[in-house]
């Protein structure tokens, strides 16, 4: 539908008005699929634990500045008690690849929530495992998975990380991921050091091909205990263009409105709404250890308890013309 060359100058726009043009495409083809409803997902940082190294992240292991917390399975299942009187459907559980946390532990926790949650969703995204692993999460009651791809360009991708990781392995994964049955998330950062158009054009050519049922798309934002911490973050309006174009070419993917976008800018999840994205993930998690998932500087509701960031949420969403959606909020071919 678009050529490279189409999409490289929507990529490197900088006309205000066709920005604007784009947006409102978006928005339409989003309308069309997800009317003006805002999907809520509830968001457990549950570990910042993590064995990798990525050079662009907080919570990587080479890290020493870092406090690290590991919540237990009596916090976490608090977490989605309290999630549930507030409304959420899906409870998604974020962390580092924490090795405590191996498959025996996970499943018990997603077997416990099952149980007492049968009708809620379950999101996963605790990074890069085995085949065997995913279909063990998947049996115990996990429905969807997050793991952004990160950039599609592997030369690229080595530039953001440390030589045991690599483009290729991640994609895999994501393949996967799909196979065994999740909802699957891929994703990129926009603006991460050494990133080029092309390599945003070879993100969407991904996302194009892989069709995966959600997008997170986020600024990077430097850290400033990690390798990166003086490059500058990536651009809000090249982000809300990534956020469009995902859109365009995924009519019914599930997007988000990131954390990341809304510590860049005041009102950058909203601005991705307007953009064609149609999901929130409020947080969680205890207000205690919020401070410490620190991916980036600057985060923003690191103070709020989680019936505050539900309610702000909210509130923000109404005022932007969009209806918070307290539902499961599957992909439109998921839930069939
Ligand atoms: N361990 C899990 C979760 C990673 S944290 C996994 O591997 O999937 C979730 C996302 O935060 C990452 O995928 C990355 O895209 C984003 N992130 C990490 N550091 C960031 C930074 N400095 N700026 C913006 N986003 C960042």
Same mark, same amino acid.
């Given at each position: 539908?678009?050529?490279?060359?189409?999409?490289?100058?929507?990529?490197?726009?900088?006309?205000?008005?066709?920005?604007?043009?784009?947006?409102?495409?978006?928005?339409?083809?989003?309308?069309?699929?997800?009317?003006?409803?805002?999907?809520?997902?509830?968001?457990?940082?549950?570990?910042?634990?993590?064995?990798?190294?990525?050079?662009?992240?907080?919570?990587?292991?080479?890290?020493?500045?870092?406090?690290?917390?590991?919540?237990?399975?009596?916090?976490?299942?608090?977490?989605?008690?309290?999630?549930?009187?507030?409304?959420?459907?899906?409870?998604?559980?974020?962390?580092?690849?924490?090795?405590?946390?191996?498959?025996?532990?996970?499943?018990?926790?997603?077997?416990?929530?099952?149980?007492?949650?049968?009708?809620?969703?379950?999101?996963?995204?605790?990074?890069?495992?085995?085949?065997?692993?995913?279909?063990?999460?998947?049996?115990?009651?996990?429905?969807?998975?997050?793991?952004?791809?990160?950039?599609?360009?592997?030369?690229?991708?080595?530039?953001?990380?440390?030589?045991?990781?690599?483009?290729?392995?991640?994609?895999?994964?994501?393949?996967?991921?799909?196979?065994?049955?999740?909802?699957?998330?891929?994703?990129?950062?926009?603006?991460?050091?050494?990133?080029?158009?092309?390599?945003?054009?070879?993100?969407?050519?991904?996302?194009?091909?892989?069709?995966?049922?959600?997008?997170?798309?986020?600024?990077?934002?430097?850290?400033?205990?990690?390798?990166? $911490?003086?490059?500058?973050? /990536? @651009? =809000?309006?090249?982000?809300? !263009?990534?956020? *469009? &174009?995902?859109?365009?070419?995924?009519?019914?993917?599930?997007?988000? $409105?990131?954390?990341?976008? /809304? @510590? =860049?800018?005041?009102?950058? !999840?909203?601005? *991705? &709404?307007?953009?064609?994205?149609?999901?929130?993930?409020?947080?969680?998690?205890?207000?205690?250890?919020?401070? =410490?998932?620190?991916?980036?500087?600057?985060?923003?509701?690191?103070?709020?308890?989680?019936?505050?960031?539900?309610?702000?949420?909210?509130?923000?969403?109404?005022?932007?013309?969009?209806?918070?959606?307290?539902?499961?909020?599957?992909?439109?071919?998921?839930?069939?």
């Amino acid at each position: 539908m678009y050529s490279d060359t189409e999409l490289l100058k929507i990529i490197t726009n900088n006309d205000p008005e066709e920005d604007e043009a784009l947006f409102a495409r978006a928005r339409s083809v989003r309308e069309a699929h997800y009317g003006a409803d805002v999907y809520f997902r509830g968001l457990i940082e549950f570990t910042n634990y993590c064995k990798n190294d990525c050079y662009y992240c907080g919570i990587r292991r080479s890290n020493r500045k870092v406090e690290r917390y590991r919540l237990t399975e009596t916090q976490i299942l608090e977490c989605c008690r309290l999630g549930e009187s507030l409304g959420y459907k899906t409870f998604v559980l974020q962390g580092g690849e924490d090795p405590w946390w191996n498959d025996e532990r996970v499943c018990a926790l997603i077997k416990m929530i099952r149980a007492e949650f049968p009708e809620h969703a379950i999101t996963l995204s605790i990074g890069e495992k085995t085949a065997e692993s995913y279909e063990r999460y998947f049996n115990a009651g996990a429905n969807r998975y997050l793991l952004r791809h990160e950039t599609a360009n592997e030369e690229h991708y080595a530039l953001l990380h440390p030589a045991e990781m690599s483009g290729a392995a991640r994609k895999q994964c994501l393949r996967v991921l799909k196979k065994t049955g999740f909802q699957t998330g891929a994703g990129f950062m926009v603006g991460t050091p050494g990133q080029k158009p092309e390599h945003l054009l070879e993100d969407l050519r991904f996302i194009e091909e892989l069709k995966p049922e959600m997008v997170g798309i986020g600024p990077f934002i430097p850290q400033s205990d990690t390798p990166f $911490a003086n490059e500058p973050a /990536g @651009s =809000l309006e090249q982000t809300l !263009r990534m956020v *469009a &174009l995902t859109r365009l070419l995924l009519p019914e993917a599930l997007i988000p $409105a990131t954390t990341a976008l /809304g @510590s =860049l800018s005041n009102e950058g !999840r909203e601005r *991705a &709404l307007r953009a064609g994205a149609n999901v929130v993930m409020p947080n969680l998690s205890p207000v205690n250890v919020r401070k =410490l998932y620190a991916l980036y500087d600057g985060k923003i509701c690191t103070g709020d308890e989680a019936a505050e960031c539900r309610f702000c949420m909210e509130r923000r969403i109404r005022r932007f013309g969009f209806v918070p959606a307290m539902v499961r909020g599957d992909h439109i071919a998921a839930a069939q």
